[in-house]
């Protein structure tokens, strides 16, 4: 069982940066890979960036590349996603999921994922 919870949403304006942190329980959240999630107002979520066990191994959605970085730090439990250049499209709530299959396969699939923070707010002025 890991527990997650985000924080460092807020409303900035575009242009913006802002770091969300994910902070999971349990002493085995090195066995997980992690990945984070937005679901904007109407629409489904989507997946936005991943990170394998060991922070080796990155993934971003297309729209994000370049601007957002997803890290960790396994002695603290946590996983980070540093967004940069925030556009007005950047607007949601942000997830961070956890999932403890050692493949690649479906890092990008939400239902690939066993556990889910509550989420947190970002939101981009224009």
């Known amino acids: 069982q890991v527990h997650l919870v985000e924080s460092g949403g807020r409303l900035v304006q575009a242009g913006g940066s802002l770091r969300l942190s994910c902070a999971a329980s349990?002493?085995?959240?090195?066995?997980?890979?992690m990945g984070w999630f937005r679901q904007a107002p109407g629409k489904e979520r989507e997946f936005v960036a991943a990170i394998s066990r060991n922070g080796g191994i990155t993934y971003y959605t297309d729209s994000v590349k370049g601007r957002f970085t997803i890290s960790r730090d396994n002695a603290k439990n946590t996983v980070y996603l540093q967004m940069n250049s925030l556009k007005a499209e950047d607007t949601a709530v942000y997830y961070c999921a956890a999932r403890p299959l050692i493949t690649s396969a479906g890092i990008r699939d939400a239902t690939k994922y066993d556990y889910w923070g509550q989420g947190t707010q970002v939101t981009v002025s224009s």
């Open positions: 349990g002493r085995t959240f090195s066995s997980y890979s």
